[in-house]
Structures are given as C-alpha cells and as structure tokens.
C-alpha cells in the first residue's frame, strides 16, 4: 500500500493540528498569536517550509506502513 500526501493535503494537516493546539493546550495570549503568525507566514502553501514538512510527513508515513507490513508478517498463527 502507499499513501502519499500532496502539499495542500499536509498543508490542511498542519492546520487541524495547529487548530486542536491553539483550542486545547491552554497557550497563552502571545504564544497563540505567534503559532498562528508562524502557520501564516512560514507555512505557506508552495513555501520551502511547507515543501519539508510534506516529504517529512510522507516519509513518516511509508516508514509506518512498511513497519505495520513487516510486523503482520512476523506474528505467530497460533494468536
């Protein structure tokens, strides 16, 4: 199997985390003001930025499927 995301797919992403992040973690003020000015300025669709983190999460996310692939193989059959 292989799931690939495109940047605007990570880039929606990023922003249901950093939303969650901004509503639950109890930030204060500032520091919600600075993660929201950090998601608008840096991580801009067709940024660098935004280009790294989709090979880091497409990356991280074959990594889990090879591993998830490679342990079904290893179990035993009396389970």
Same mark, same amino acid.
């Given at each position: 199997?292989? +799931?690939? +995301?495109?940047?605007?797919?990570? *880039?929606? @992403? +990023?922003?249901?985390? !950093?939303? *969650?992040?901004?509503?639950?973690?109890? @930030?204060?003020?500032?520091?919600?003001?600075?993660?929201?000015?950090? #998601?608008? $300025?840096?991580?801009?669709?067709?940024? $660098?930025?935004? %280009?790294? +983190?989709?090979? %880091? !999460?497409?990356?991280?996310?074959? *990594?889990?499927?090879?591993? %998830?692939?490679?342990? !079904?193989?290893? %179990?035993?059959?009396? #389970?």
């Amino acid at each position: 199997m292989k +799931l690939e +995301l495109e940047s605007e797919e990570a *880039r929606e @992403l +990023l922003s249901a985390l !950093v939303d *969650r992040l901004l509503n639950e973690a109890g @930030l204060g003020d500032g520091d919600r003001a600075a993660l929201r000015r950090w #998601r608008s $300025e840096s991580m801009k669709a067709g940024s $660098e930025e935004m %280009k790294a +983190l989709t090979a %880091k !999460v497409n990356a991280d996310i074959d *990594r889990a499927l090879r591993a %998830k692939a490679k342990s !079904v193989v290893q %179990k035993p059959d009396w #389970r």
